[in-house]
Every structure is written in structure tokens, then in C-alpha cells.
């Protein structure tokens, strides 16, 4: 799945997206999951402060923090070798660890957007080896709010953050239509740096957007402090913890 010129691209840009890790039909199946979790779920809409002064009107977001607690296929899907080897060739680690997974569905006609924004700001790590994979369980053209980046942005370091509405970039000076839309199709995966600068926009479309984040990194990356704690954090997906401290 994995090749020299991919390894680059995301060592360049601070991103790749890989097209059909999944098949539509594996896609379609976790839609359903996500939905069927979501469904027995009663959450907070989680949409940033910072997401509703960017929309400019009322959306909505629909979120599940550590999915494989509530469905086994999200365990599954963890362990996929399609995912892990890739994983693991773009950290450049034989060793894949388990940051933390989240369900994101935006809703027809009025998802959250994100603003431009680090992930590194919300966990930072000593070595930044720290990734996501975004795999998507349905089309995400732009017009369904599909993630937006800025290529090479991850070379600049951590930025600083406004931490009133979401820990987010200045909104006048990271404007999300100037970042590079990443349109995908079901079954595509974005792997991004925690580094690297991204948002996402409304989704206007009638149908809604269905994602799943699982967040990566080296188990020798240490955390710089002790500030996200998720359930099943420090889990082996490939390989082992040479430090055997298990998170």
C-alpha cells in the first residue's frame, strides 16, 4: 500500500491522502456502525465556539471519543494491517501505538465546520512523530465540508493557539478558503501530522459526512505533559513499546 513517493509526499506536505485503503462496500459497513453507535449515544453537540463565528449561522456536530469501547468492527479496523503499515512507513517506525479515536458526522445541510488549527496544540509530544488518519465512510467532496490543509505548514513547528472557542488559529490570518481542499471519495484515508495546519467547512450537502479519526504515534515519542487521556491509549497496533510503559 505504501511506496517511496507516498513517504515523501507526506514528509513534504505534512499529508497524504491514500485512495481506496478500503473498499466502498468495508466503507458503507463502517458508516452504518458510526451511525448505529451514534444512535444509541446522547451527547454534547461538541461544535467549537470558534466553528459557529466562522459558519456564521447555527450547525451542528455529532462526535464519540474511543469508538472501539461501544463497536468491536472500529477494534478491528485498528489493527488492519492496510492501515498500520501505512502508518507505520510514514512515521518511519516499525512501532504503531494508539493515541485516541474519535467518530466525527456532520450532519446534512448543517455540519460544523473547524477552523484552521494543530493537533499538536491539544497533545504535544517531545518528537512529533504524532499522526491521524481520517478515514472516510462516505464521499466527502467540498461541499460536504471535507478537510482543508495547508501543504508544508508541519516545517513551521507548533504555532500558537487561541484557546478561547477551541483552540484554533486566528481566524483573520488562517482564513480556511485559502487552504487546499482534500476532496475523497468512500473508503480514502487522509493521514495528516499532527503538525500540519488543517480545517474542515459547513457541510451543505443533503447527505451527512461520516469520518473516522484514529490518532497514531512512535511509543517512544513521549508526551510533553500530561494533558489527553483517552481510554485504550498507549494500545499496541503494530509491533511492540520498546519502552514497555504502555502509554
Not at 209 to 218: A, G, H, S
Not at 220 to 232: C, N, T
Amino acid at each position: 500500500m505504501t511506496d517511496e513517493s507516498m513517504v515523501r509526499f507526506y514528509r513534504d506536505n505534512g499529508y497524504v491522502l491514500v485512495k481506496g485503503l478500503l473498499s466502498r462496500e468495508e466503507a458503507r459497513a463502517y458508516r452504518e456502525e458510526c451511525h448505529a453507535v451514534l444512535a444509541r449515544m446522547r451527547g454534547m453537540d461538541p461544535t467549537w465556539g470558534s466553528a459557529r463565528e466562522l459558519a456564521g449561522r447555527p450547525t451542528e456536530l455529532r462526535h464519540c471519543h474511543d469508538a472501539q469501547f461501544y463497536a468491536a468492527a472500529f477494534a478491528r479496523l485498528m489493527v488492519d494491517p492496510r492501515f498500520t503499515d501505512v502508518a507505520a512507513a510514514l512515521m518511519g517506525s516499525e512501532n504503531v501505538q494508539l493515541h485516541h479515536t474519535k467518530i466525527f458526522v456532520k450532519p446534512a445541510e448543517k455540519g460544523s465546520p473547524f477552523p484552521m488549527h494543530q493537533d499538536a496544540a491539544h497533545f504535544p509530544h517531545t518528537r512529533h512523530t504524532v499522526g491521524a488518519a481520517i478515514f472516510h465512510f462516505d464521499d466527502a467532496p467540498e461541499e460536504k465540508g471535507c478537510v482543508r490543509v495547508v501543504p508544508g505548514s508541519h516545517r513551521d513547528g507548533m504555532l500558537p493557539h487561541i484557546e478561547e472557542g477551541g483552540w484554533h488559529l486566528p481566524l483573520s490570518q488562517w482564513p480556511l478558503e485559502a487552504a487546499v481542499p482534500v476532496e475523497a471519495e468512500a473508503g480514502d484515508v487522509l493521514f495528516l501530522t499532527y503538525l500540519t495546519v488543517h480545517g474542515s467547512g459547513v457541510n451543505r450537502a443533503a447527505e451527512a459526512r461520516t469520518t473516522l479519526l484514529i490518532q497514531f504515534r512512535d511509543p517512544e515519542d513521549a508526551p510533553a505533559g500530561d494533558v489527553h487521556r483517552s481510554r485504550g491509549q498507549g494500545m499496541m497496533l503494530r509491533g511492540v513499546d520498546p519502552t514497555m510503559h504502555g502509554g
